[in-house]
C-alpha cells in the first residue's frame, strides 16, 4: 500500500525553504544597493547577486520541485532519497563558496570561486543522476519530460560555462587557452541558463501544472508539439551559434544564433497561445489566486520578446532589462505563484493524503487564505513593474524600490507558505 511519504520526495520542504532563504537575501541586497545600477553590470557584488537568484533561488528551487515532480509524470520512484539530500547539501556549500568567491575574486578569496563552482557542478550531476533513470523512461509518451531532459542538458552548459568563465578568471595557466570565452561567452551563458534550463524546465512543468490545477485536457496535441520543437530547437541552435561565435568570431555564427532566438520567440508566443486555450477549455470555473497571479508572470514572459529583439539589434539596455524581466517577473513570479499551491498540496499529502476515503478530510484549497494571499501577490508584481522600469532607465532609485517591493511581497507570500504547511486556516476553520 503507498502512503503519503511514498509520494512526497522527503528532502523536496527543505529544498523548498533553503531556496527561498537564498532569495530573500539576494533582494535584501538588491534592494540595499549592492548590485547594477547602482553598481556596474559584472561588479562582485552584482554577480554574487545574481547567482545567489539564478542558482540560489531558481535552479534549487527547480530541483526541489523536479524531485517531486520527476516521480509522478513517470510513475516511478527516484532511485535514492539519500542522493537528494546530498545534493542539497554540496548545493548549497558549493553555491555559498561560489558568493564568497565572487565577492572576494580580486583578493585573498579568488580561488573559492572555483571551488564554488565545482561543487555546483557536481551536486547538480548528482541530482541529475537521480533524475535521469525515470525521466528517460517516461520522455516517449510524456511532453513535461521531454522539456526537463532538454532543460537540464542547458544547465549542464550553463554551469561548464560558467566552470570556464571561473576558471579563466582565476588561474592563469588556463587564462590563455578560456580567456576568449569569457565575455564573448556571456551571451551563451546568459540563453543557456534563462532560456535552456529556467525557461524550458518551466514550460515543460506548467504543461503538467496548469491543466491539473485548472482542470484542463492534459492532451495538448500538435500545437505544444510545435512549441517543444520551436522552443528546444531554437535555444539549442542559439546556444551552439552562441557558443561558436565566442570561440570563432565568424558572423555565421552570429546569424545561427539570431536565427535560433527568432524560433524560440515563435515558439514562445505559440506557447502563450496555448496557455490562453488551457485557461479557456478549463473545467474549474473559479480559477484559483496562484493561476490569476500567475497570469501577471505570463505578461513579464511575452515582454521578453520584444525586450530579446533590443537585445539582437544591441541595445546597451537590453541586457540588464532582458534578465530583470526574465529573473524577477517570469520565472520568480511563475515561481512565488505555483509554490502558493504546491506548499498547500504537498501539505495536503503530509496530513490528508494516507486518510484519504477513511475520514473526512479537508480539501487542498481549505489550507489557504486566498483573501490574505492577495497582497503579496500584489506587493511582489507591483515592485516587478517598478523594478522594470529601473531596469530599463537603469535608474538606480525606482530598481531598489521596485526590489524593496519584491521583497516585502515575498515575505508575505512566505507567511502564507508556513501557514498553509503547518495547518493554520484548517485549525481556525
Ligand atoms: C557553477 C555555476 C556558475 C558559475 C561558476 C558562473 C559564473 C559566471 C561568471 C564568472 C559570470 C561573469 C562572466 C563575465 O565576466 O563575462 C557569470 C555571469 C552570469 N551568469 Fe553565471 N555562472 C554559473 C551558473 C549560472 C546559472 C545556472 C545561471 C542562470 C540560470 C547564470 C546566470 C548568469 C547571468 C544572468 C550572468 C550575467 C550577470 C550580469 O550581467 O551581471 N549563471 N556567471
Known amino acids: 500500500m503507498s502512503g503519503p511519504s511514498d509520494r512526497l520526495s522527503r528532502y523536496t520542504p527543505a529544498i523548498f525553504a533553503c531556496a527561498f532563504i537564498n532569495f530573500v537575501l539576494a533582494q535584501l541586497a538588491a534592494a540595499g544597493g549592492m548590485t547594477w545600477p547602482a553598481l556596474p553590470l559584472l561588479a562582485p557584488t552584482t554577480l554574487a547577486v545574481v547567482h545567489l537568484t539564478t542558482l540560489g533561488w531558481l535552479t534549487l528551487l527547480m530541483l526541489g520541485a523536479l524531485f517531486q515532480f520527476v516521480p509522478v509524470i513517470s510513475n516511478r520512484p527516484l532511485p535514492s532519497q539519500r542522493l537528494v539530500l546530498a545534493t542539497l547539501v554540496l548545493f548549497e556549500c558549493g553555491l555559498w563558496t561560489l558568493v564568497a568567491g565572487f565577492i572576494g575574486f580580486a583578493g585573498a578569496l579568488g580561488d573559492l570561486l572555483p571551488a564554488g563552482a565545482v561543487g555546483v557542478l557536481v551536486a547538480v550531476a548528482l541530482g541529475i543522476a537521480n533524475l535521469l533513470a ?109 557558443v561558436s561565435f565566442a570561440l570563432l568570431h565568424s558572423s555565421i555564427c552570429g546569424t545561427i544564433e ?56 544591441g541595445a546597451d539596455f537590453a541586457t540588464p532589462l532582458l534578465v530583470a524581466l526574465a529573473l524577477s517577473g517570469w520565472l520568480s513570479g511563475l515561481a512565488v505563484t505555483q509554490l502558493y499551491k504546491i506548499v498547500a498540496f504537498l501539505s495536503w499529502l503530509v496530513h490528508f493524503g494516507g486518510k484519504l476515503g477513511t475520514a473526512t478530510v479537508p480539501r487542498v484549497q481549505d489550507l489557504v487564505n486566498e483573501s490574505r494571499g492577495v497582497l503579496g501577490f500584489g506587493l511582489f508584481f507591483g515592485g516587478v513593474a517598478v523594478q522594470g522600469a529601473g531596469a530599463a532607465l537603469a535608474a538606480s532609485g525606482p530598481f531598489r524600490v521596485g526590489t524593496a517591493l519584491c521583497l516585502l511581497g515575498t515575505l508575505a507570500l512566505g507567511r502564507e507558505y508556513w501557514r498553509a504547511w503547518r495547518l493554520r486556516y484548517v485549525a481556525q476553520a
Open 134 to 242: 525515470p525521466l528517460s523512461h517516461a520522455a516517449r509518451r510524456s511532453l513535461p519530460a521531454r522539456f526537463v531532459l532538454a532543460g537540464l542538458g542547458s544547465l549542464i552548459v550553463t554551469i561548464a560555462l560558467g566552470v570556464c568563465f571561473a576558471l579563466a578568471l582565476q588561474v592563469p595557466s588556463l587564462a590563455a587557452r578560456l580567456g576568449p570565452l569569457l565575455g564573448a561567452g556571456l551571451p551563451a551563458h546568459l540563453l543557456a541558463g534563462l532560456a535552456g534550463w529556467l525557461t524550458l524546465t518551466a514550460v515543460g512543468v506548467s504543461y503538467k501544472l496548469l491543466p491539473m490545477f485548472l482542470l484542463a485536457p492534459e492532451e495538448r496535441g500538435a500545437l505544444a508539439e510545435a512549441v517543444f520543437a520551436l522552443l528546444a530547437g531554437g535555444t539549442a541552435l542559439a546556444i551552439a551559434g552562441a
Open 258 to 313: 539570431t536565427a535560433g532566438v527568432a524560433l524560440a520567440g515563435v515558439g514562445t508566443a505559440l506557447y502563450l497561445g496555448d496557455v490562453a486555450r488551457i485557461y479557456r477549455s478549463r473545467r474549474r470555473r473559479t480559477i484559483e489566486l496562484h493561476n490569476r497571479a500567475v497570469l501577471a508572470a505570463f505578461l513579464a514572459l511575452g515582454l521578453l520578446l520584444p525586450a530579446a529583439l533590443l537585445w539582437q539589434v
